[in-house]
């Protein structure tokens, strides 16, 4: 069980739906079909919604958001409370976290 998947999940999803929703758009904008900037709105607001969803990702090990918000939109390589750093595992998670790939 990889204790980043859900981060790995999440930090996708935010940048992949938003980028879905303009790339489809652009398609869009080549036919009669476009009708208004509605959906970059659309987009934004998305990736707003999605990016406050991945932030509150809690840490591993400190179970605090892991991302923090004055980071902006850059990904942060380590916790901000506890410092664990991104795609290390946390020393006290037992046996069960200990398989090595
Ligand atoms: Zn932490």
Redesign the pocket.
């Known amino acids: 069980m990889d204790i980043w998947a859900g981060y790995r999940r999440r930090r996708m999803l935010t940048w992949a739906i938003p980028a879905a929703v303009v790339f489809i758009a652009s398609l869009l904008a080549l036919t009669d079909r476009y009708n208004g900037p509605w959906v970059f709105i659309a987009a934004v607001i998305t990736f707003g919604v999605l990016y406050f969803w991945f932030e509150r990702w809690p ?6 958001p ?1 991302t923090h918000p004055k980071r902006d939109l850059t990904f942060s390589q380590k ?6 750093d991104l795609w290390k595992q946390p020393e006290h998670s037992g046996t069960r976290h200990q398989q090595r790939h």
């Open positions: 840490c591993p090990r400190c179970g605090k892991f916790c901000c409370h506890c410092g664990l």
